[in-house]
Nanobody, 124 residues
Framework: QVQLVDSGGGLVQAGGSLRLSCAASGRTFNMYAMGWFRQAPGKEREFVAGITRSAGITGYADSVKGRFTISRDNAKNTVYLQMNSLKPEDTAVYYC?????????????????WGQGTQVTVSS
């Protein structure tokens, strides 16, 4: 079992940057593929980015491709989401998630563990 703690959200102007972190407990972090999802008010939770457990492969939603970067440090049990060129439509609660697999997935129900979420608000 793993526990995830999201942090790094906040209020930023359009065009700005934020870096989200997700710290995982336990010694088996490198057994999990990781993903970042987000949920805006009145909308379904959507996939943002994913990374394989070996960090060899990453993937992104089309809406964030070229602006966001997911990475992980298995020695620190942490996954990151660097968000640049933020837009008002990026405003949402962001969640990290873990699944016991080599590969990440783009669908929320396939993940086994979730962080508590961190609010990102982008003002225009």
């Amino acid at each position: 079992q793993v526990q995830l703690v999201d942090s790094g959200g906040g209020l930023v102007q359009a065009g700005g940057s934020l870096r989200l972190s997700c710290a995982a407990s336990g010694r088996t972090f490198n057994m999990y593929a990781m993903g970042w999802f987000r949920q805006a008010p009145g909308k379904e939770r959507e996939f943002v980015a994913g990374i394989t457990r070996s960090a060899g492969i990453t993937g992104y939603a089309d809406s964030v491709k070229g602006r966001f970067t997911i990475s992980r440090d298995n020695a620190k049990n942490t996954v990151y989401l660097q968000m640049n060129s933020l837009k008002p439509e990026d405003t949402a609660v962001y969640y990290c998630a873990a699944r016991i697999s080599e590969v990440y997935a783009t669908t929320a129900p396939t993940y086994d563990y979730w962080g508590q979420g961190t609010q990102v608000t982008v003002s225009s």
